[in-house]
Each structure stands twice: as structure tokens, then as C-alpha cells.
């Protein structure tokens, strides 16, 4: 535990910390959120973790593709054909009760999944009502998510919003992995927190926090206080002090605010602080504790404090701190003889060669001719099942499209084409309900491209970032190229049929590395064309000049992609196009 | 049974509150959509409704919740049971059924049941959700995650107030009125138009922003957590009190007038707001009725259609991409414009 007077603890302490709380209050804080590779740092961690829960409590590891029936439970296919009765087996979840569920590669979740999760951890038991049962089941876990995304990928935003507590261990070095946690203590502590109290002007500084820096969720007031608490408990104390507060502000929000003499150390703590490390003011964290001048300088050195990269993001652009992923939700163009993906029913004829049989159905319609069966059978048999019965069954893949806008924003057509694809985006959001389809912006200008609107079903977020959109400058063409593909080869490999749509007039003259030079400009344009075609991503280049330019559809033929005249390219117009092309 | 959080005690909300009360007062003004924010208490509203709900009456041990009294509507079991004298009413708590993601069809429909099939070779019908729901609440959190093939059978179902299950060998049907409540954060995925239609009111709910309500949501939870049992008796009263409000304004829906002018209004504001279709204007109505029922007073006014005019009109506006402002402040903008005859 730190002193007071002291540093600002590392992020290997914070993660300490962080165990000892979920294990003190996993109903309160419900869960962490771990931001990790793998590696031996996170092992440790779990490890450690692990060490403090319980020795009979249970602990289930999960990886994100865990099919429904397994996550909440389900007919047990081989005791009730055994038995010849419906036997229910528990799922991951209940099977956890009274420990902890560890979601390995949380970022790969898909958001039903996680909505399916979210409740339990809600509800503290697991509802379940399928292949003819209905019942409950306890389900009082705490859960670590294990996020190894990069950049903008997150947890399912169902699961980011439940758990109160969030760790980054990406930086941290195996030099810095000093210390644990003793499990006596949070035995203790575990005791102590049901008696521990909290000023009310605690209570109040923390919600004002966490609205002065935009967060918006609720939850995140209800973890906070459940934080602070624990961690007096884990002190030993019955009263809720301001480091505390400080130390819930750390692990839930991600505030981390220091004394002046952080802003001196040598090794920077992620790279997002190393970009932002800022000194914090002078706070009143010497004598005085327990007053609440003291707590408001902790405050509002939190405010201006360092916050994590992709908090700031999201607190700019209006979105909550955890976005959503783009493959969030249902299915969009539907590949209804698919072998996997999700179950959407059965058939009585296998609908492509080698189907999974579905044992219930076959089940359910052998049920009623048992007794005649059994009548008329030359052996004994418990279950009589004939070819006839057999159900397969039939699965529904997701392979959504996504539309990627390329546009070119520089210069004098900046607005006007930035208008345009604006209105194409969010007409092609109205009018793509029932497939689902996404829609993303970038725009490339000034020195480099820029990613507006990650992929997205949602008109409102898609609003909400699209209101201001910048525009001038110079045509980093090669840039926009590449920051398109790599966004076109993600979504891909998640599934998704991608097209991108190019709005430009073809004349690159910014390099990547933002210079001018003509011939760099050339290669470079010219590679990124040339790896873009290599790829195989699909795309159209239009052209939105008045006269249309034969350098455009160079760029189209160089880029493999399908070149279109539309001068004065109106929204509708736009949109109509691309719809067409969405549909095969 | 876990203790649910009292409606009563939720901070703030009061639009979903009273979209909820109004819809216990009259259920015919069709189901409720709760979109926004996570963490804002829309589940936690639902289940509270459970504890607010007056107790209904139910024929027998009836598992479709037969309504005592009209026989013609009775299910087989119950007409039986009539037949023999052997049907008695009871009271029971009207039911909020919770429709959780992952749920499949055979269960929410219903289906043969296997037990009986598979160990006595019974071909007897398992009720689903729908028949547990009727005559009460049917929750569907992240409504907008469920599988399409489930949201459509449930409008049909809600839309026609009778299940019908052909599958298996069974032919069953059996009625199911109930208020459909989906809640769900449109960041995630957005309904389908005709999905938003078929619900009579839709809101908005978004995260308090003020401290003050933050610190109210933050010591209130903290004591229901600490003493469950307490925190309700707390709630007792206000929520005693919410409950005979609703009981009195059913009592009077039956006896209210409608004026002339209500009617004309509400036309007038569909007509200024390009809403197509009888529905809106139907909901607008009995929305207007309930609300004034529920205040106790003698009859819908001008004043009761204005304040329910966004929730029963915001999700039935045409989409307009180009239009930045969002539907309810469309529906503010065209209220202001009417001048109140």
C-alpha cells in the first residue's frame, strides 16, 4: 500500500490492487477489466489473482467464441439420452458461482454474448430458457475480461460498462513485477467492508469527477463508491478516506493524478502517458488527510492528471470510454446454408452435405412414438429412433457488409465532398436496417488520413461524429490508401464483406511521411495502390469532378477497383449506387 | 426470491416511470420501448413494476392465466374444470416475464414437453413465456439483440393477442395479451421501422448528469445493497401509494369521455407531423386517457395529449437523414407550433 506522501503507485501496484478489490467486493465491482497481451506479466497477475480467491471457490476459463449453450447451460444431451429424462447441465457461468469466470480474448466476444454475460453478472444468477427447460441458476461471479485489442478494439461495450475495475499491463516490465498481495489481508478486509462508511462529501467529489471528465454511465458512479469502500476495508479501516476515493478514481476511471515528482521519472508508464504526461498541480497530500480541501486538490489534480489514450478519445469524440466494436450484433447478409455461425433452427433434410444433427429436435420427434415403437420393437430398447426423426440443424452466418468512405478532404472540393459522402453514410445507415450492414469515414487531408467514423451500424453515432467534419489542405493520397486497407483487411478476417469507395480527383501530392517531394509522392501512391491491389480488396473509385479526370481512373485501374462518374454526386445518388453494389 | 429495487425509490426517469405506469393503468396502449444509456435503471424499473402491480385474479391453477368469468374464453383445462365445479379464482401477482437473449423458440412459444414425452410417452403441451406473460409484462432487455426470427414471432403474437403453436404433432392455441417492454442502447443497433411502429410509446433515457442525482443514485443503491429488506419497507408507502393511483385510474378509464377537441388534435398534430397510419394517433389517445386517469382527473385534456405526445410519437416520425435533430425534438417543435384551440 502507498503512503500517502508517496509516489504515485505503477501500474504493476495498481494491478495488485486491483486484485485484492475484486476479490474483497466481487458483487459491488463485479469484474476487470485486464488490457493485455499475453504474456508472463498477465500470468502472473492471474495467478497472484487466483491465489486470493477462496481455495474451493470455483474458476472457469471462457474464450470468447463460447457458444450460448455452453455459457448458460442446457440439455445434457448424453445423461437424458442415458436416462431417457431431461437432464440439465449447468453452463460456464453458474458453474463459476461463488468464484470467478476468466474471459480469455474478451475483445473477440460477440455483443449477444456479452449482453448474455452482462445480465448474469447483473442478475447474479443465469435465466435460462431453452431446448425446453426453464429454471435459474445461481451465478454470483466476479469476471476478469482479457482484452488484447489494440487501438480501438474494446470489450463488448454490455461487459465494459459492467466491470468496475481496469488494469493495463501492456507496459509494465518483468523488472517491475515486485510485490503481491497477502491473502490474510483480504480476508480481513473482506470482513471489515460490510461495516465501512463514507462521507457524503466523498461520495460527492467522486460522482463530480467522473461527470467533469465525461463519463457518462451511471455504473461507473455505483464502482466507484464500491471501490473506495474496498479498498479502506483492505487498509484495515472502517472509514473511507480521500486516498482512498483516489485510489477508485485510479482503478476505475483510469484517472491517474500524481505528486509533481512523477512527472520526473525516468520510464513512462504507457505509451499513451509518455504522449500526455503532464505534471499534476501541487496537491494537498501532505498532513491533512481527511479534510476535504485535500480531497478536492486530489480531484482536481485528477482532472488535468494523465488520462489513458483511448479515454481521451472517446471523451473528444462523445462516445462513451468503451466503444463498441464494429461486428457488434446480428447477422447482416445472410448465408443461410452456412456450417457455422449461429443455430437459426432445423431442417428435416440435411441442408448441406454433412449437417449437424440436432439432438433435441430428434429427440422431440421421436418422443410421442415411443410407446408404439416400443410395442412393436423386436429388443428392448430404452429410446426407438428411426432416420426419420432425424433433425439437422441449420445455421445462419454473419457476413455483414461494410461500406469503407475513402474521401478525399482536401482543397477547395473538401466540403462540398465531405457533404456528400456525410449524406450517403448516414442515407445508407437509414435504409440498411434489415441487412445490417456497417458504414466507416476516412478522410485524408492536411498531412495525413484520419479515421472519423469507425465501423458502424448506429445513425446516432454516426451523427454524433460526423457533425464536424475537417476539411482543407493538401491530398496525402498514398496515406488514405493504406489507412483504407488496413481497416478493409481487419474487417475481413472478422468476417465481414468489405467494399471501400474512393472520393477523390485522383491527385495525390502529400507523401506518407508528410512531405511534398514529387517523386516521393509518386512511389509512394504508387506502392500503396499497388499493395492495395495485391490484397484483393474490393473497391470503387468515383469521380466527383465536374469534368471527369483521366487520372482518376488510372487510380482505379492501379487500385483493381471499378471506376464511376458521378458528377455532382448527390447523396442519394451515391447511396443508390453503392446499395446496388451491397447487394451482390 | 430476490428482492427487486422499489419503482418508487429509482432517481429520476420520469418519463419511463410514467410510460410504464400509464401502460399498467391500460395495457391496450401497446408495448413500451426503453432506449438509451446503460446503467440508467431501465431493467431495474421493470422488475420494480412487479412489486407496484395490484394483484389480478386468475381461474384455477390456470397456466395460460385465464381471467375468471367469461367462459367462452376459457382454455380447455379451465373449461373443463368448470364443467366439474372444481374451478376456484385466486388472486395472484400480475406476472413480468423476463424473455432473456440465448432464449429459444420452443420456450417462448412453447412446446411438447419432453419429460412427459420421453418417461410416459405423453404428448402433452409445455406453456412457454407467451402463455406465463399474458395479462401482464413481457421484458426483453437488448431488445435489439434478440434473434430476428423470436422479435417477429413475439409482434405477431403481441399483435393478435393469441399464440398458436403447430409443431411436433401439437395444434394448440391459447390466448396471450400482454405489454411487450423492450429496453436497449441504440449504439448498439438500431429496430427495424416496423419493428419502433408496432410499440405505443417509445423514450429516451439518458445517465443523470447533475451530481446531485449521481450522489442520489450512488446512497440509495449503497443502502438497498447493505439492508434489502429495510430499503423496501422505506419504499412501502411510495410505493402503496403508486399503486392505488394506477388501481383508481383503471377504475375510471371505463366512465371517461373523450371531448371532440382531444380528437381533433391529436389528428392535427399526425397530420403536422407526416405520421402515417392509424396507430399513432390511437396511442396518442389512450395514452392521453391513462394519463389522466392515473392523475385521477375527470377526463383527458389538451394539457395530458401534450405530455404524452413525444413518447407515443418519436418513433413513428419518417426518417429523415439530413434532419440533425433528433425525433423528440421534432415532436416538441410541432407541439409548439399548434395553437391550443
Same mark, same amino acid.
Given at each position: 500500500?502507498?503512503?500517502?506522501?508517496?509516489?504515485?503507485?505503477?501500474?504493476?501496484?495498481?494491478?495488485?490492487?486491483?486484485?485484492?478489490?475484486?476479490?474483497?467486493?466481487?458483487?459491488?465491482?463485479?469484474?476487470?477489466?485486464?488490457?493485455?497481451?499475453?504474456?508472463?506479466?498477465?500470468?502472473?497477475?492471474?495467478?497472484?489473482?487466483? @491465489?486470493?480467491?477462496?481455495?474451493?471457490?470455483?474458476?472457469?476459463?471462457?474464450?470468447?467464441?463460447?457458444?450460448?449453450?455452453?455459457?448458460?447451460?442446457?440439455?445434457?444431451?448424453?445423461?437424458?439420452?442415458?436416462?431417457?429424462?431431461?437432464?440439465?447441465?449447468?453452463?460456464?457461468?453458474?458453474?463459476?458461482?461463488?468464484?470467478?469466470?476468466?474471459?480469455?480474448?474478451?475483445?473477440?466476444?460477440?455483443?449477444?454474448? +456479452?449482453?448474455?454475460?452482462?445480465?448474469?453478472?447483473?442478475?447474479?444468477?443465469?435465466?435460462?430458457?431453452?431446448? %425446453?427447460?426453464?429454471? /435459474?441458476?445461481?451465478?454470483?461471479?466476479?469476471?476478469?475480461?482479457?482484452?488484447?485489442?489494440?487501438?480501438?478494439?474494446?470489450?463488448?461495450?454490455?461487459?465494459?460498462?459492467?466491470?468496475?475495475?481496469?488494469?493495463?499491463?501492456?507496459?509494465?516490465?518483468?523488472?517491475?513485477?515486485?510485490?503481491?498481495?497477502? /491473502?490474510?489481508?483480504?480476508?480481513?478486509?473482506?470482513?471489515?467492508?460490510?461495516?465501512?462508511?463514507?462521507?457524503?462529501?466523498?461520495?460527492? $467529489?467522486?460522482?463530480?469527477?467522473?461527470?467533469?471528465? %465525461?463519463?457518462?454511465?451511471?455504473? +461507473?458512479?455505483?464502482?466507484?463508491?464500491?471501490?473506495?469502500?474496498?479498498?479502506?476495508?483492505?487498509?484495515?479501516?472502517?472509514?473511507?478516506?480521500?486516498?482512498?476515493?483516489?485510489?477508485?478514481?485510479?482503478?476505475?476511471?483510469?484517472?491517474?493524478?500524481?505528486?509533481?515528482?512523477? +512527472?520526473?521519472?525516468?520510464?513512462?508508464?504507457?505509451?499513451?502517458?509518455?504522449?500526455?504526461?503532464?505534471?499534476?498541480?501541487?496537491?494537498?497530500?501532505?498532513?491533512?488527510?481527511?479534510?476535504?480541501?485535500?480531497?478536492?486538490?486530489?480531484?482536481?489534480?485528477?482532472?488535468?492528471?494523465?488520462?489513458?489514450?483511448?479515454?481521451?478519445? *472517446?471523451?473528444?469524440? %462523445?462516445?462513451?470510454?468503451?466503444?463498441?466494436?464494429?461486428?457488434?450484433?446480428?447477422?447482416?447478409?445472410?448465408?443461410?446454408?452456412?456450417?457455422? *455461425?449461429?443455430?437459426?433452427?432445423?431442417?428435416?433434410?440435411?441442408?448441406?452435405?454433412?449437417?449437424?444433427?440436432?439432438?433435441?429436435?430428434?429427440?422431440?420427434?421421436?418422443?410421442?412414438?415411443?410407446?408404439?415403437?416400443?410395442?412393436?420393437?423386436?429388443? $428392448?430398447?430404452?429410446?426407438?429412433?428411426?432416420?426419420?426423426?432425424?433433425?439437422?440443424?441449420?445455421?445462419?452466418?454473419?457476413?455483414?457488409?461494410?461500406?469503407?468512405?475513402?474521401?478525399?478532404?482536401? @482543397?477547395?472540393?473538401?466540403?462540398?465532398?465531405?457533404?456528400?459522402?456525410?449524406?450517403?453514410?448516414?442515407?445508407?445507415?437509414?435504409?440498411?436496417?434489415?441487412?445490417?450492414?456497417?458504414?466507416?469515414?476516412?478522410?485524408?487531408?492536411?498531412?495525413? /488520413?484520419?479515421?472519423?467514423?469507425?465501423?458502424?451500424?448506429?445513425?446516432?453515432?454516426?451523427?454524433?461524429?460526423?457533425?464536424?467534419?475537417?476539411?482543407?489542405?493538401?491530398?496525402?493520397?498514398?496515406?488514405?490508401?493504406?489507412?483504407?486497407?488496413?481497416?478493409?483487411?481487419?474487417?475481413?478476417?472478422?468476417?465481414?464483406?468489405?467494399?471501400?469507395?474512393?472520393?477523390?480527383?485522383?491527385?495525390?501530392?502529400?507523401?506518407?511521411?508528410?512531405?511534398? $517531394?514529387?517523386?516521393?509522392?509518386?512511389?509512394?501512391?504508387?506502392?500503396?495502390?499497388?499493395?492495395?491491389?495485391?490484397?484483393?480488396?474490393?473497391?470503387?473509385?468515383?469521380?466527383?469532378?465536374?469534368?471527369?479526370?483521366?487520372?482518376?481512373?488510372?487510380?482505379?485501374?492501379?487500385?483493381?477497383?471499378? &471506376?464511376?462518374?458521378?458528377?455532382?454526386?448527390?447523396?442519394?445518388?451515391?447511396?443508390?449506387?453503392?446499395?446496388?453494389?451491397?447487394?451482390? | 426470491?430476490?428482492?427487486?429495487?422499489?419503482?418508487?425509490?429509482?432517481?429520476?426517469?420520469?418519463?419511463?416511470?410514467?410510460?410504464?405506469?400509464?401502460?399498467?393503468?391500460?395495457?391496450?396502449?401497446?408495448?413500451?420501448?426503453?432506449?438509451?444509456? !446503460?446503467?440508467?435503471?431501465?431493467?431495474?424499473?421493470?422488475?420494480?413494476?412487479?412489486?407496484?402491480?395490484?394483484?389480478?385474479?386468475?381461474?384455477?391453477?390456470?397456466?395460460?392465466?385465464?381471467?375468471?368469468?367469461?367462459?367462452?374464453?376459457?382454455?380447455?383445462?379451465?373449461? *373443463?374444470?368448470?364443467?366439474?365445479?372444481?374451478?376456484?379464482?385466486?388472486?395472484?401477482?400480475?406476472?413480468?416475464?423476463?424473455?432473456?437473449?440465448?432464449?429459444?423458440?420452443?420456450?417462448?412459444?412453447?412446446?411438447?414437453?419432453?419429460?412427459? $414425452?420421453?418417461?410416459?410417452?405423453?404428448?402433452?403441451?409445455?406453456?412457454?413465456?407467451?402463455?406465463?406473460?399474458?395479462?401482464?409484462?413481457?421484458?426483453?432487455?437488448?431488445?435489439?439483440?434478440?434473434?430476428?426470427?423470436?422479435?417477429?414471432?413475439?409482434?405477431?403474437?403481441?399483435?393478435?393477442?393469441?399464440?398458436?403453436?403447430?409443431?411436433?404433432?401439437?395444434?394448440?392455441? &391459447?390466448?396471450?395479451?400482454?405489454?411487450?417492454?423492450?429496453?436497449?442502447?441504440?449504439?448498439?443497433?438500431?429496430?427495424?421501422?416496423?419493428?419502433?411502429?408496432?410499440?405505443?410509446?417509445?423514450?429516451?433515457?439518458?445517465?443523470?448528469?447533475?451530481?446531485?442525482?449521481?450522489?442520489?443514485?450512488?446512497?440509495?443503491?449503497?443502502?438497498?445493497?447493505?439492508?434489502?429488506?429495510?430499503?423496501?419497507?422505506?419504499?412501502?408507502?411510495?410505493?402503496?401509494?403508486?399503486?392505488?393511483?394506477?388501481?383508481?385510474?383503471?377504475?375510471?378509464?371505463?366512465?371517461?369521455?373523450?371531448?371532440?377537441?382531444?380528437?381533433?388534435?391529436?389528428?392535427?398534430?399526425?397530420?403536422?407531423?407526416?405520421?402515417?397510419?392509424?396507430?399513432?394517433?390511437?396511442?396518442?389517445?389512450?395514452?392521453?386517457? +391513462?394519463?389522466?386517469?392515473?392523475?385521477?382527473?375527470?377526463?383527458?385534456?389538451?394539457?395530458?395529449?401534450?405530455?404524452?405526445?413525444?413518447?407515443?410519437? !418519436?418513433?413513428?416520425?419518417?426518417?429523415?437523414?439530413?434532419?440533425?435533430?433528433?425525433?423528440?425534438?421534432?415532436?416538441?417543435?410541432?407541439?409548439?407550433?399548434?395553437?391550443?384551440?
Amino acid at each position: 500500500m502507498t503512503s500517502p506522501a508517496a509516489a504515485l503507485p505503477s501500474l504493476w501496484d495498481d494491478a495488485l490492487l486491483a486484485a485484492a478489490l475484486i476479490t474483497i467486493d466481487p458483487k459491488g465491482l463485479a469484474g476487470v477489466h485486464v488490457r493485455s497481451r499475453s504474456g508472463p506479466v498477465r500470468d502472473r497477475w492471474l495467478e497472484i489473482l487466483i @491465489g486470493l480467491v477462496e481455495p474451493e471457490a470455483p474458476i472457469r476459463r471462457i474464450s470468447a467464441g463460447i457458444p450460448d449453450i455452453r455459457l448458460t447451460g442446457g440439455l445434457d444431451i448424453g445423461l437424458t439420452l442415458d436416462g431417457g429424462r431431461p437432464v440439465v447441465e449447468r453452463g460456464a457461468l453458474a458453474s463459476a458461482d461463488g468464484g470467478m469466470v476468466v474471459l480469455g480474448m474478451a475483445e473477440r466476444m460477440d455483443i449477444s454474448a +456479452a449482453a448474455v454475460i452482462g445480465m448474469a453478472l447483473d442478475n447474479r444468477s443465469v435465466r435460462l430458457e431453452r431446448d %425446453g427447460i426453464s429454471t /435459474s441458476h445461481q451465478a454470483r461471479f466476479a469476471l476478469i475480461a482479457l482484452d488484447e485489442g489494440i487501438d480501438d478494439e474494446g470489450l463488448p461495450t454490455p461487459l465494459a460498462d459492467r466491470l468496475g475495475l481496469r488494469i493495463d499491463l501492456n507496459a509494465v516490465a518483468l523488472r517491475d513485477m515486485l510485490g503481491t498481495v497477502s /491473502s490474510s489481508n483480504v480476508e480481513q478486509a473482506r470482513k471489515v467492508l460490510p461495516t465501512v462508511v463514507m462521507r457524503d462529501e466523498l461520495v460527492n $467529489a467522486m460522482c463530480s469527477v467522473s461527470i467533469s471528465v %465525461g463519463i457518462r454511465s451511471i455504473r +461507473a458512479a455505483l464502482h466507484l463508491s464500491n471501490a473506495a469502500r474496498a479498498a479502506a476495508a483492505l487498509r484495515g479501516s472502517e472509514t473511507v478516506d480521500a486516498e482512498d476515493a483516489a485510489t477508485a478514481l485510479r482503478l476505475v476511471l483510469g484517472l491517474r493524478a500524481g505528486p509533481p515528482e512523477q +512527472a520526473a521519472e525516468p520510464e513512462p508508464e504507457t505509451e499513451s502517458e509518455a504522449d500526455r504526461s503532464q505534471p499534476a498541480e501541487e496537491q494537498g497530500s501532505q498532513q491533512e488527510y481527511n479534510q476535504t480541501d485535500a480531497l478536492q486538490d486530489i480531484l482536481v489534480a485528477a482532472k488535468d492528471a494523465v488520462l489513458p489514450k483511448h479515454l481521451m478519445a *472517446g471523451l473528444q469524440s %462523445g462516445t462513451p470510454v468503451n466503444r463498441i466494436r464494429g461486428d457488434a450484433g446480428k447477422a447482416g447478409a445472410v448465408r443461410n446454408k452456412a456450417r457455422r *455461425g449461429r443455430a437459426i433452427g432445423t431442417s428435416d433434410k440435411p441442408p448441406v452435405p454433412g449437417a449437424r444433427l440436432d439432438v433435441l429436435a430428434t429427440l422431440r420427434q421421436a418422443a410421442p412414438w415411443q410407446r408404439i415403437r416400443a410395442a412393436s420393437a423386436q429388443c $428392448a430398447r430404452r429410446l426407438h429412433i428411426r432416420k426419420s426423426d432425424f433433425r439437422y440443424l441449420r445455421f445462419r452466418e454473419k457476413t455483414g457488409t461494410t461500406v469503407i468512405f475513402a474521401v478525399d478532404a482536401s @482543397g477547395s472540393a473538401a466540403l462540398e465532398r465531405l457533404a456528400e459522402s456525410k449524406g450517403a453514410v448516414e442515407l445508407l445507415l437509414a435504409e440498411c436496417y434489415v441487412r445490417r450492414d456497417q458504414v466507416a469515414l476516412i478522410a485524408f487531408r492536411g498531412r495525413g /488520413s484520419e479515421v472519423l467514423l469507425a465501423p458502424t451500424r448506429s445513425l446516432v453515432r454516426a451523427k454524433r461524429s460526423l457533425s464536424a467534419l475537417p476539411g482543407g489542405g493538401g491530398t496525402p493520397l498514398a496515406s488514405g490508401i493504406l489507412t483504407a486497407l488496413a481497416m478493409a483487411t481487419g474487417l475481413t478476417q472478422k468476417g465481414q464483406s468489405v467494399i471501400t469507395v474512393f472520393l477523390t480527383d485522383g491527385r495525390g501530392n502529400i507523401a506518407i511521411d508528410g512531405g511534398t $517531394a514529387k517523386e516521393s509522392v509518386a512511389a509512394d501512391t504508387e506502392k500503396a495502390t499497388r499493395m492495395f491491389r495485391a490484397a484483393g480488396a474490393r473497391a470503387i473509385v468515383i469521380d466527383t469532378a465536374k469534368r471527369p479526370q483521366p487520372r482518376v481512373e488510372t487510380l482505379a485501374r492501379d487500385l483493381g477497383a471499378e &471506376h464511376l462518374v458521378l458528377p455532382r454526386a448527390e447523396p442519394k445518388n451515391l447511396a443508390r449506387e453503392i446499395g446496388m453494389r451491397m447487394e451482390n | 426470491m430476490a428482492v427487486n429495487y422499489p419503482f418508487s425509490a429509482i432517481v429520476g426517469q420520469d418519463e419511463m416511470k410514467q410510460a410504464l405506469l400509464l401502460a399498467a393503468v391500460d395495457p391496450s396502449i401497446g408495448g413500451i420501448l426503453i432506449f438509451g444509456d !446503460r446503467g440508467t435503471g431501465k431493467s431495474t424499473a421493470v422488475r420494480g413494476l412487479a412489486g407496484l402491480l395490484p394483484a389480478m385474479q386468475v381461474a384455477g391453477d390456470c397456466r395460460y392465466n385465464c381471467e375468471p368469468g367469461d367462459a367462452s374464453r376459457y382454455c380447455t383445462r379451465c373449461r *373443463g374444470q368448470m364443467s366439474a365445479g372444481t374451478l376456484k379464482p385466486r388472486q395472484t401477482r400480475v406476472p413480468v416475464i423476463d424473455l432473456p437473449l440465448g432464449a429459444t423458440e420452443d420456450r417462448v412459444a412453447g412446446a411438447l414437453d419432453l419429460e412427459k $414425452a420421453l418417461v410416459a410417452g405423453e404428448k402433452a403441451f409445455e406453456p412457454g413465456l407467451l402463455a406465463g406473460a399474458h395479462r401482464g409484462f413481457l421484458y426483453i432487455d437488448e431488445v435489439n439483440l434478440l434473434e430476428d426470427h423470436l422479435v417477429d414471432l413475439l409482434l405477431d403474437v403481441a399483435a393478435s393477442g393469441v399464440n398458436i403453436v403447430e409443431r411436433e404433432g401439437l395444434s394448440v392455441r &391459447h390466448p396471450a395479451r400482454f405489454v411487450l417492454v423492450g429496453s436497449g442502447n441504440p449504439e448498439e443497433g438500431e429496430l427495424r421501422p416496423q419493428l419502433l411502429d408496432r410499440f405505443g410509446l417509445s423514450i429516451d433515457v439518458a445517465s443523470p448528469n447533475d451530481v446531485p442525482s449521481r450522489v442520489e443514485v450512488v446512497k440509495r443503491r449503497d443502502a438497498f445493497d447493505r439492508d434489502p429488506v429495510a430499503f423496501v419497507a422505506k419504499w412501502k408507502r411510495k410505493n402503496a401509494e403508486l399503486r392505488s393511483k394506477v388501481v383508481k385510474g383503471r377504475a375510471l378509464l371505463d366512465s371517461m369521455e373523450t371531448p371532440d377537441e382531444i380528437l381533433e388534435f391529436a389528428s392535427m398534430l399526425c397530420l403536422a407531423l407526416g405520421v402515417d397510419g392509424l396507430r399513432g394517433e390511437l396511442t396518442l389517445l389512450r395514452a392521453a386517457r +391513462a394519463l389522466a386517469a392515473l392523475e385521477g382527473g375527470p377526463g383527458p385534456t389538451i394539457s395530458h395529449m401534450r405530455a404524452v405526445a413525444v413518447p407515443a410519437l !418519436r418513433h413513428r416520425l419518417r426518417r429523415d437523414p439530413l434532419d440533425e435533430s433528433d425525433s423528440g425534438k421534432r415532436v416538441e417543435r410541432a407541439l409548439a407550433e399548434m395553437v391550443a384551440p
